[in-house]
């Protein structure tokens, strides 16, 4: 099982003086002491309204939003990702959970061909460090960026402030980038998503979350993958998981994300809580023996079978 100590994390100079043990307490948090991350995505309600927690093949106890953070609190993840409005209504029925609170949103009504994509920040930094204050249990935030938008330079700036706002109050910072917009030809072209990786590592992120690269001439998804890892530097890039496909397809793509791909972990939110509680539960164990501990796809499953229990 890969493990870090607190004086392995490198610690960016802009982080201040005065958060340095703040920000080294939250990575150790959020990778489980591991420098790797398992994010459970849960931001989809206001991306996707309600299309990806009711409806065929979708587990009815999805509907309830409480069902979030039912599988953080009993499940396996290093944070649970979602606006600051979702994580402040249920947050203190769960404490125990790490919490990263996304920044901005918009949902998929305004189509491409109407408008290029624009997600503008929701509200100010001061809003999550007084729920921190409060108690809340936030160790990072989340900003998304659209590049190749025509508003592509607004969310650039919008995060470079964010982030160095957010170092010096020691929390972590995920990027979500994906190239989209008119000018965009090929979202998952193997040079856009390394070009993303990029300027995650440009504007100071600790992790980036990114579509997996498609695979391309002989090389596989997991192989072009591998360049943008080396193009993130020391940001640390997860792939984003994508819609639900059955467990045995999901884990044997995620290990071959980590381990062909150099991914340092995995951001995950349909394929886990569109199921019940119980195989939800079992599946974060799963992802997580394999992001967090390295075994194989064949002794993941097991976890996820049920056959083998798994925590850290």
Not at 49 to 67: K, M, R, T, V
Not at 221 to 250: H, M, P, Q, Y
């Amino acid at each position: 099982m890969p493990k870090i100590d607190r004086d392995q994390v490198k610690v960016p100079v802009d982080v201040s003086r005065d958060a340095r043990e703040t920000y080294i307490d939250n990575y150790m948090a959020a990778t489980r002491g591991t420098g790797r991350l398992m994010l459970f995505a849960c931001d989809q309600k206001v991306e996707h309204l309600n299309g990806d927690f009711y409806g065929e093949g979708i587990d009815p106890a999805d509907l309830d939003p409480e069902h979030l953070f039912k599988i953080g609190s009993e499940g396996v993840c290093g944070v649970l990702a979602g606006q600051r409005g979702l994580i402040a209504r249920y947050a203190a029925d769960y404490p125990e959970i790490n919490y990263l609170v996304k920044m901005n949103s918009k949902t998929n009504l305004v189509k491409t061909a109407q408008d290029d994509p624009y997600s503008p920040q929701l509200h100010d930094l001061q809003a999550v460090l007084d729920m921190r204050e409060q108690g809340v249990n936030i160790v990072g935030l989340g900003y998304t960026i659209y590049l190749g938008s025509e508003y592509e330079s607004t969310m650039l700036a919008e995060a470079g402030q964010l982030i160095a706002e957010a170092h010096a109050a020691g929390l972590l910072v995920v990027l979500w980038i994906y190239p989209r917009g008119k000018a965009v030809a090929d979202e998952k072209a193997p040079s856009l998503i390394a070009g993303a990786a990029g300027v995650a590592l440009c504007l100071g992120a600790d992790f980036v979350k990114v579509n997996p690269p498609k695979a391309e001439g002989d090389a596989t998804s997991a192989e072009n993958l591998a360049i943008a890892a080396k193009a993130a530097g020391r940001t640390g890039l997860v792939c984003a998981g994508g819609s639900t496909v059955d467990a045995e397809t999901f884990l044997t793509q995620l290990h071959d994300q980590i381990h062909v791909g150099g991914a340092c972990g995995n951001a995950t939110g349909r394929n886990i809580h569109q199921r019940s509680l119980d195989e939800a539960v079992r599946l974060t164990k799963a992802i997580s023996a394999i992001t967090l501990a390295d075994y194989d796809v064949a002794r993941a499953l097991k976890v996820f079978e049920g056959e083998e229990d798994f925590a850290l």
